[in-house]
């Protein structure tokens, strides 16, 4: 009889045990190391300036253009728009008083429509139209605050308006949008000079928009940048400026 009990116990002990092992095996096929797939994504670096957030307002009648007087925009598209005296709501398109240069703040004052040109440089960017809209306004850092210019920011055509101010304007203070960029930096964009360490975008907003890049690899390319006739290359490698070459002007 005892003989036979511990027959009896001996099995059910080897019972308990295989099972045991049964379980430690499942147990350490769910909880061993396992190899990790590696995301992706996560060698792509993303640049802050991705990030910002810039406002549209998407105007599409003169009320809207009308909203924005006695508020400050600021040109994002440098050296893209000439801007005029501004003589009683008209200006003379063959006499303009310079270029808009990046991230510089314009006080709105007004709106009107005049007839535009037929060609010329004040409808390379903006076409004729049957008449253009201006916004006229004055730029509180220069060294005369209170003289009244004008711009044309869109045109009337075929019954419609048509308008380019979000491609041209910021709505928000540039120097708040990318204040994670250099007080240095800034410092050289205000002055509108090009800098080793620039990026494209700050070069863009220190130099303008009017640009010939040697390819289509953003960040590690060579860009002429016509700054505003008084060219430069820039190579840039890792985005950021390792080479500044002034050119000669062309004619």
Do not use: C
């Not at 139209?129 to 004055?138: D, E, Y």
């Not at 050289?188 to 690899?217: F, R, W, Y």
């Amino acid at each position: 009889m005892q003989k036979g009990l511990k027959i009896g116990l001996g099995l059910t002990a080897l019972m308990v045990l295989a099972i045991g092992v049964r379980i430690g095996l499942i147990y350490k096929a769910n909880h061993e190391d396992v190899p990790v797939k590696k995301d992706p994504y996560a060698d792509i670096k993303v640049d802050p300036d991705d990030n910002v957030f810039l406002k549209k307002e998407r105007p599409d009648s003169l009320a809207d253009q009308r909203a924005l007087i006695g508020q400050t925009v600021w040109v994002s598209a440098g050296g893209q728009l000439d801007y005029y005296a501004d003589k009683g709501n008209h200006v003379d398109y063959a006499h303009p008083v310079g270029t808009l240069l990046g991230a510089t703040p314009l006080l709105i004052k007004g709106v009107f429509e005049q007839k535009a040109p037929a060609t010329g440089l004040a409808v390379v960017r903006i076409a004729p139209g049957n008449r253009h809209v201006l916004l006229a306004f004055t730029m509180p850092k220069s060294s005369d605050p209170n003289t009244l210019y004008a711009t044309p920011v869109g045109n009337y055509d075929n019954g419609g308006y048509n308008f380019i101010n979000d491609n041209i304007f910021f709505y928000e203070d540039p120097h708040k949008l990318y204040s994670f960029w250099p007080a240095s930096m800034w410092s050289a964009i205000d002055q509108h000079q090009a800098v080793l360490g620039m990026s494209e975008n700050q070069a863009m907003m220190s130099l303008g928009e009017v640009t010939v890049p040697n390819s289509d690899n953003t960040g590690n390319r060579a860009v002429k940048f016509d700054n505003n006739g008084h060219p430069l290359v820039i190579v840039f490698s890792n985005n950021k400026a390792i080479k500044i070459t002034p050119q000669a002007a062309s004619n």
